[in-house]
């Protein structure tokens, strides 16, 4: 097996990214924590190595400051010894000079007086009239504030160099009468200086201010930089605070870094530590963090290039296995030790026999559809009903060719929704156009009838009944069926006809009764209110034959059949009468027989009930209930303010009316109670298959004559 590093390894990828990337990138990932651990030591390790540079510099300048104070101190000491010397008293300052000059530091250092009272300065030749304006106010200002006092650098006449001046205050009698002061010449500062830093790193400069900012001391430059100035910010930084760090340009254009305190007397002492010496550690530490990064970098390359190798070629053939499986072949075997590629060979496997299995079940599917397509369109067929699809927005519209017979087309002429509104009768097109915007707007079914006009002018209906699904895109489509009732339609027409010339045949025949009753009540001579209750029940079941015949003899609403009794009494106020309760539909026998109960409760409550009078009232109201396994009819009325009501052993015909239409035309029961304003007739009977069971309640007026039996008072009524 060879392997190698091709020119394209760091080319952008066309697509996914290779496996020699992949695992280059995982061992570089894994690396980067050494990495970033190393480069976080490397730069401890450097920051340690800047923090002893920094703890170097700032020993140093302690160093320094404290040599300075010692010196001072010995100046001070000195002043201090040889203020009481007998010369001095006598004020023969040239022979107390030259007495002590023995005892005063090296490099020409010499003694001066300044006299208080007099005003006058004495060195040591006597009077000094050219002295520098910065001793004379050193002194000047010790004599003012009684403490000692270090100078800033001067030109010094004697000396004709660069020097400073400690003082020391005289007293005599409690005030101070003179001040001594000591003149050494920089350079002295400047050998302090040397000594106390010789020992630093090459390349560090020390330099030693006065109060002002002039140089009195500096490792670099010599005798040169004395009294000159120094660079304003680090000026600045020092009156700032005692000591500190701060970056900064030396006079040679050197970037250092400054560490600086200042001594008791108001001098400063300034180390510079190059940058390029400060930095360097962090310096050393990238370039070695850099250096590990790259030889694991190549490490990781190297790596890779040789797993990948390994990899790559049951990776292939992987890949050549999953082609099979896409050509519905068995995948080839591929021998690999390496287990997860064991894995996959082995999901091919399952995937091909899956694929294999649902294969075999599609087909058996397919088959199937075939099969139920077959049966739907033999059903469409002998159901008469051709399909059709409509998309609104795309005018899109597909129909079997059963529905271009419907609307009177061949198969093979084109069929397009114009034409088939074309083909809908004009009066009928806005009720098809209501029909189909009010489903698309509620997403609901629709069934509508019309009528259509064939080619030929020949008027046919059909009924369409649809359903709106939504398409592609969210595009609604409506799809559904169509059917041609003409035959049903004509049935209809005929059944109406026949059923109307039934009703008249029927309302002539109660006429005739009526008539021959008539004239049977003359002939005999007779007026008895017998015979016109006989007239009013025959016109009574002429009336719910006319509601039966006004719905086809389907049946009629309960509320309907009780108002068709009952309006001739309601007021104009329509508070006399009261229906309430839920819709029910009876079947015709049933309504036949309620509308017979209704009459005889509705006219025995105007003749001696609730109705009778002007404020009498009567309320009605039903509802549904289950009693036992099956739906009851239960119905209650209740008349109020009518005459009282008085009881009687006789039933009279209409109470017997009353029993037998509950008990054999509805198989129901009835029961009266008589109460102070009006008997309570409560009435139960089951519904037919096709009704809701109803609980209806009648309570009637002082028509109704009952007698009191065990219990509930079984009812009474005359007529």
């Known amino acids: 097996m060879t392997w190698s590093l091709n020119a394209n390894f760091w080319e952008k990828p066309q697509g ?45 300048v302690r160093s320094v400051v404290n040599s300075l104070d010692q010196e001072v101190a010995r100046a001070n000491s000195l002043l201090r010894g040889v203020s009481s010397s007998r010369q001095l ?26 006299d208080v009272k007099a005003g006058t300065f004495l060195g040591r030749r006597g009077e000094e009239p050219g002295l520098h304006k910065t001793p004379q106010q050193t002194m000047r200002e010790t004599a003012e504030t009684g403490r000692m006092q270090v100078s800033g650098v001067f030109l010094d006449t004697a000396l004709s160099q660069f020097a400073v001046l400690v003082t020391e205050p005289m007293f005599a009698q409690g005030e101070i009468s003179a001040v001594l002061g000591l003149i050494m010449p920089a350079a002295r500062i400047n050998d302090i200086l040397q ?32 009294g000159k100035p120094v660079r304003p910010d680090l000026l600045q930084a020092i009156q700032q605070k005692r000591q500190g760090w701060m970056e900064n340009v030396t006079r040679e254009g050197v970037d250092v870094q400054n560490v600086f305190a200042s001594t008791a007397s108001g001098w400063s002492i300034a180390i510079g530590i190059p940058l390029t010496q400060f930095n360097q550690p962090i310096v050393n ?26 990899m790559a070629e049951p990776i292939a053939g992987l890949a ?59 059903a469409l067929e002998a159901g008469g009903l051709g399909t059709w699809e409509y998309e609104p927005y795309s005018k899109a519209f597909r129909t079997s060719s059963r529905c271009k017979a419907i609307f009177g087309f061949a198969s093979e002429h084109p069929f397009t929704y114009d034409d088939l509104l074309a083909a809908i009768h004009p009066e009928d097109r806005e009720r098809q156009r209501q029909a189909v915007l009010a489903a698309i707007a509620q997403t609901a079914n629709f069934s509508v009838e019309y009528r259509i006009v064939h080619p030929d002018s020949s008027l046919h209906w059909a009924r369409v009944d ?79 034959h006319d509601l039966l015949t006004a719905s086809d003899w389907r049946g009629g609403k309960l509320r309907d059949v009780l108002w068709n009794e009952l309006a001739p009494y309601q007021d104009a106020g329509g508070e006399r009468l ?43 109201s039903w509802a549904v209930e289950r009693i036992g396994a099956s739906r009851h009819v239960v119905l209650r009325w209740t008349e109020i303010g009518g005459p009282p009501v008085a009881t009687t052993e006789h039933k009279g015909f209409g109470s017997r009316l009353i029993e037998q239409v509950f008990a054999r035309e509805l198989r129901g029961t009835v029961r009266l109670l008589f109460a102070p304003g009006g008997v309570q007739c409560h009435a139960i009977f089951p519904l037919e298959e096709q009704e809701a069971a109803v609980l209806f309640t009648a309570q009637t007026g002082a028509s109704l004559k009952a007698v009191p039996q065990e219990g509930f008072p079984s009812p009474r009524l005359e007529v």
């Not at 990138?25 to 980067?32: E, I, Q, Y």
């Not at 006598?90 to 010499?110: R, T």
């Open 89 to 114: 008293q006598a004020q023969n300052f040239a022979q107390f000079s030259d007495q002590i000059a023995s005892k005063l530091p090296p490099n020409g250092s010499y003694v001066l007086l300044y």
């Open 578 to 620: 009261s229906l309430t309760g839920e819709p029910v539909a009876l079947t015709p026998k049933a309504t036949l027989a309620l509308g017979l109960a209704a009459h005889e409760l509705a006219t025995n409550a105007a003749k001696y009930g609730a109705l009778s009078v002007p404020e009498g009232r009567v309320n009605l």
């Open 466 to 544: 649809g359903n709106v699904v939504g398409g592609a895109n969210g595009a609604v489509k409506l799809v559904g069926v169509s059917q041609d009732i003409t035959r049903q339609k004509t049935a209809e027409e005929l059944q109406t006809l026949l059923l109307g010339e039934l009703n008249h045949r029927v309302k002539n025949s109660l006429a005739q009764i009526v008539a021959i009753a008539h004239f049977t009540r003359r002939s005999q001579g007779e007026t008895t209110a017998a015979w016109d209750a006989l007239e009013n029940r025959i016109h009574a079941m002429a009336k719910t």
């Open 285 to 310: 530490s990238l370039l070695l963090t850099s250096a590990i990064g790259i030889l694991l970098a190549t490490l990781a390359l190297l790596l890779a290039l040789i797993v990948s190798s390994y």
């Open 16 to 60: 996914p990214s290779s496996i020699r990337r992949g695992l280059a990138a995982l061992v570089l990932v894994s690396a980067l924590p050494f990495v970033v651990f190393s480069a976080f030591l490397l730069v401890w390790v450097a920051q340690s190595q800047r923090e002893t540079l920094m703890a170097q510099g700032e020993q140093s």
């Open 195 to 226: 000594a106390q830093t010789q020992a630093l790193p090459q390349g560090w400069i020390s330099a030693v201010f006065d109060g002002a900012g002039l140089t009195v001391a500096r490792t670099h430059g010599g005798l040169e930089s004395i």
């Open 320 to 378: 050549n296995a999953a082609r099979d499986l896409g050509n519905g072949e068995k995948p080839r075997r591929i021998p690999s030790s390496i287990r997860e590629l064991s894995v996959v060979q082995a999901a091919l496997e399952e995937a091909y026999v899956d694929l294999c299995r649902k294969d075999a079940e599609r087909s058996r599917a397919e088959e199937e559809v075939r099969d139920s397509e077959e049966r739907l369109r033999l």
